[in-house]
């Protein structure tokens, strides 16, 4: 948990140095990185190999699986809650419905929200949930997957903390970060759900990487 922690850190101190505004630098790529070298046309080019969200497959909220490639050509916000959450899930809830009517019509962004409760939060209570918030469509969806396999890749691919503790309210802790990632499942920004401010920038980052061509060579 140490290390997890101190990655964390470092994830959102990089996500506060953003560039100022007007700057139109691209986005930092978060993540781990190799650089690899290979030959084409007779000359030797190091490229750099990120970071990306692996393989997986959940079920939504319609009861519809959904994968990674359900994601493919979309830039998406992931998150991670559980429905009787009496604590931060609430008010990320009410951010993320910022980002969700900021987006809805849009076609190429997408939210995804996995709950760390799967034993309680089956299909008809996700369903229930995002009826409560007003969400409908295919724009936001609600996931519910095999425990173990939300939460490594929480904190393995998103680097989100969770974690089931009797003694915390819920009987969870979890971060409550919001992971922005491109249309090629790289990490490009990480955001507090609790904090307006930062969803607006999150909001703004969207639309950066809205602007961004679809393959991005980086030096």
């Known amino acids: 948990m140490r290390k997890l922690a101190l990655g964390i850190l470092i994830f ?4 506060a140095c953003k560039f100022g505004s007007g700057d139109k630098k691209m986005l930092p790529i978060y993540g781990s990185r190799e650089p690899v070298t ?6 030797t080019i190091t490229d750099t190999i990120y970071q990306t969200i692996p393989k997986f497959k959940f079920v939504n909220q319609y009861g519809d699986s959904i994968s990674n490639k359900s994601l493919d050509g979309q830039i998406y ?3 991670f809650f559980f429905t009787t959450c009496p604590s931060i899930c ?6 993320m419905l910022n980002v969700y009517n900021a987006f809805k019509n849009s076609g190429d962004v997408k939210i995804i929200s ?3 409760d799967p034993k309680h939060d089956s299909v008809p209570v996700l369903k229930k949930y995002a009826d409560k918030l007003g969400v409908s469509g295919n724009t936001w969806w609600f996931l519910q997957g095999k425990k173990e396999d939300i939460y490594q890749i929480a904190e393995k691919n998103y680097l989100v903390a969770v974690k089931k503790d009797s003694s915390a309210a819920g009987g969870y802790i979890h971060a409550g970060y919001f992971v922005l990632i491109d249309k090629q499942k790289r990490i490009r920004g990480s955001y507090d759900g609790t904090d ?4 607006d920038q999150l909001i703004a980052d969207i639309k950066q990487l809205q602007q961004e061509p679809d393959q991005i060579i980086v030096q």
């Open 77 to 79: 916000v992931a998150d």
């Open 12 to 15: 959102v101190l990089w996500n």
């Open 196 to 199: 307006p401010k930062q969803v």
């Open 38 to 43: 290979k030959t084409i046309n007779g000359k």
């Open 90 to 95: 609430p008010v990320m809830a009410r951010n």
């Open 114 to 116: 996995h709950t760390i």
